[in-house]
């Protein structure tokens, strides 16, 4: 017998027990996995464990690839959009800080530049799968800041693929070759070309053209075949296979049969999910916990504290309230799956040590215990601030997030984004274009003429850095040409957060390119290149000279891009910004709303919540009046607050008491009339019989004619007659 059969025997039955027993205790079943393979694996001597552990870590991978299919599929350029700038800077923020928090806590604990760098990637990115069991569990998953937190791990997912696709490139150039990475690069940018092309155009038009052909059959076949293919192409072009998978799932995820693939493909990515998982698990050598425990500690209390701080930190700066950017940064207090696939592949690459592995897995395990827990401070924790923090710092924090609700600002917000982004395009592009011409081109030249002492390399950094001046105040002091930005800024009810992600965004960009300067001439410490890069900005910021350079640059290379316009104002309620939101809601076949209207729901329950929008089969019907019919299956668009909406939905779940429900027998009989028969003399009306007799008259032979005919009310019923008769079988029997 193959190992592999008896190890797949013996890693499913263990997986089966662990999980039921986790499901009885309200876990997420990714920790019974995670368990089962603890148990099932070589380090656990008292118990059967598998025989060809290499086999099932293949297996594992094949179940990386369903799992990042099966993400790509949720996943499409329209949910992207809908997530808005919100979520970007939120995520941004987040994992910027997290990453740099990683890293400084790999550092503080001797290890490797290389090994803290992957540890900064496992910490940046939070659990899909356990997030969503979480507010299932509490009952939550309807508030607006689940909402914000579901939009936050969308772009999540897109950071993770990047740190996939990039990590190892640092790693195995063992330094920060800008050769390679911006080779690398290269590839993934034609990569998301190809994705776009193909998600937006080819593949969707494609099956369109062969929708009839489509079975169930083939669409999975097709589709996992197309998967497969995709990660081929990226594994042939250096690319991490998991790009691959996740770009195929969000291609197909553009077709019209995208939900059909889901049903078909969950079950094949909940087996090899479960493989995958498991062979996690089966990495995890208790006596490295033990070991290892101060680091585990350490790693988890930086990821309950710095992660949720951070996202909230985050969700600030995109301009939410101080009580949902709290209610959903403490969501995102764990790490999960992602980190597996991440700390797998430096594993893979040979560039970290192998106690890391069952260290990551351990602190998933106590994060994704106390997130339940963690969830519920976060309410107390928001009133704990609120209620002690000094008014002026009360008054800062609600001026830095607002949800910034009022319209009349829109036309200005959207003129300076374009600015902003504009302008951070040149600033970019300038700074670099002089970094590559002096280290380059003319730095070469120099030493070739003076050799490469000491001095040359000063002179040349202070050459590289005049150059760089002029554009360094631009970026930083320029925020645009017709004063948007400080209107916006002076609006009361415009959130602030906003403006100062934008803001900060632009002094970490010239912190980069400082660091990438000087690193290129001198070798510093973290301490000294940011004290260089703090000196040269303030520099920068209080030079009168530099800003006159500035001025004659700006004015041959810039012209003005902005045009005048406006909106009338529109103010949503201060009371209602932190509740109000759109939610989804599916009317089932016995609900109490399925056969009213609009307005009798209104009546009679009176939740507050309005319906928008109806979603029935391919037609969609914007703003419905109040006499609208609500049919059974439709999908109902609602506004309101989160009361609001919990009612509305208690509402469509409540059902009406079906009427007693026959499991009686329905046949047809055949039965000779005799002449005592009640039947004779009737006349052959089908409701006349049905109500006399509770059985359905199909048709009648008469004696003498022995032909089939089908009664009528001008039909009489006769002795010898044989009646055709449908109904419930006891029923007919009693009849007969």
């Not at 694996?41 to 099966?70: C, Q, R, Y």
């Not at 063992?174 to 990569?191: C, P, Q, S, V």
Request: proline share 3%; glycine share 8%; net charge neutral.
């Amino acid at each position: 017998m193959n190992a592999l059969l008896s190890d797949l025997a013996l890693i499913l039955m263990v997986a089966g027990v662990v999980t039921i027993l986790f499901k009885k205790l309200k876990q997420p079943v990714v920790l019974g996995y995670i368990v089962a393979g603890v148990f099932a694996g070589p380090h656990i001597s008292f118990l059967p464990t598998v025989a060809e552990v290499e086999s099932v870590d293949f297996w594992g991978k094949i179940g990386v690839i369903f799992l990042l299919f099966g993400l790509g599929l949720e996943f499409n350029f329209k949910k992207l959009k809908k997530v808005g700038g919100s979520g970007f800077i939120t995520v941004f923020t987040e994992v910027v800080m997290m990453f740099c928090m990683g890293f400084f806590v790999g550092r503080m604990l001797n290890w490797d530049w290389v090994t803290s760098m992957f540890l900064g990637g496992m910490l940046s990115i939070s659990s899909t799968s356990i997030i969503i069991k979480a507010f299932d569990d509490m009952g939550v998953k309807n508030k607006k800041f689940t909402q914000m937190v579901f939009g936050a791990l969308v772009v999540e997912d897109m950071v993770a693929i990047l740190i996939l696709v990039l990590l190892p490139a640092l790693a195995l150039s063992k330094g920060f070759d800008g050769i390679e990475l911006a080779d690398n690069i290269t590839h993934l940018a034609l990569f998301l070309l190809l994705w776009f092309t193909g998600g937006i155009y080819f593949i969707p038009s494609i099956f369109r053209k062969i929708r009839t052909y489509l079975t169930g059959e083939t669409l999975i076949v097709v589709s996992l075949g197309l998967c497969f293919m995709m990660v081929v192409i990226t594994i042939k072009a250096g690319i991490s296979e998991a790009l691959g998978a996740f770009v195929m799932g969000s291609i197909l995820s553009g077709t019209m049969h995208s939900e059909k693939i889901v049903k078909l493909t969950k079950p094949i990515k909940d087996f090899f999910g479960a493989i995958f998982f498991v062979s996690v698990g089966m990495m995890v050598d208790p006596s490295a916990i033990v070991n290892y425990w101060q680091q585990i500690l350490i790693i988890s209390a930086v990821i309950i504290t710095a992660k949720p701080l951070a996202a909230t930190l985050g969700l600030l700066f995109s301009g939410q309230t101080l009580k949902n950017a709290i209610l959903s940064g403490i969501c995102l207090c764990q790490i999960g799956e992602f980190s597996f696939i991440i700390v797998q592949l430096g594993l893979d690459n040979k560039v970290l040590p192998e106690h890391l592995y069952p260290v990551i897995v351990t602190v998933s395990i106590i994060t994704t215990f106390i997130t339940p827990y963690w969830i519920k401070l976060g309410e107390p924790l928001y009133n704990l601030i609120y209620n002690n923090v000094k008014p002026q710092w009360r008054t800062v924090i609600e001026r830095l997030g607002t949800g910034r609700k009022t319209l009349d600002k829109e036309g200005e917000w959207n003129k300076l984004l374009k600015s902003y982004a504009m302008r951070l395009f040149i600033y970019i592009g300038w700074l670099l274009f002089v970094n590559l011409l002096f280290t380059q081109m003319i730095y070469p030249v120099i030493v070739n003429f003076f050799g490469e002492f000491r001095h040359v390399r000063v002179i040349s950094f202070l050459i590289n850095l005049m150059a760089m001046l002029p554009f360094l105040w631009g970026l930083l002091k320029r925020k645009d040409s017709d004063g948007a930005f400080d209107r916006i800024w002076q609006d009361q009810k415009f959130a602030r957060g906003p403006l100062l992600f934008m803001m900060i965004l632009k002094y970490l960009i010239a912190i980069i390119a400082i660091s990438i300067t000087s690193s290129f001439y001198f070798s510093l410490g973290y301490g000294a290149a940011l004290t260089l890069c703090a000196m040269i900005i303030s520099v920068v910021l209080v030079s009168k000279k530099i800003k006159e350079y500035y001025a004659r640059i700006e004015n041959r290379f810039l012209t003005n891009l902005n045009s005048e316009g406006g909106r009338r104002s529109l103010i949503l309620p201060r009371e209602l910004a932190d509740e109000i939101h759109i939610e989804k809601v599916e009317v089932e076949p016995n609900s109490f709303m399925a056969g009213k209207t609009i307005s009798q729901i209104h009546r009679s329950k009176q939740t507050g919540a309005l319906v928008i929008q109806m979603v029935r089969g391919l037609e969609t019907i914007d703003l419905p009046v109040n006499s609208e019919v609500i049919f059974p299956m439709d999908i109902l668009i609602i506004l309101g607050t989160d009361r609001q909406i919990m009612e509305f939905k208690e509402a469509a779940e409540e059902t009406v008491q079906p009427r007693e429900w026959s499991r009686a027998e329905m046949e047809l009989f055949q039965i000779t009339l005799g002449d005592t028969s009640p039947m004779v003399g009737e006349n052959g009306n089908i409701t006349n019989i049905r109500e006399k007799f509770g059985v359905l008259l199909v048709g009648l032979e008469g004696e003498e004619s022995n032909t089939f005919i089908r009664t009528t009310s001008a039909t009489t019923i006769q002795a010898g007659d044989t009646v055709w008769v449908v109904g419930e079988k006891n029923k007919v029997k009693e009849l007969s």
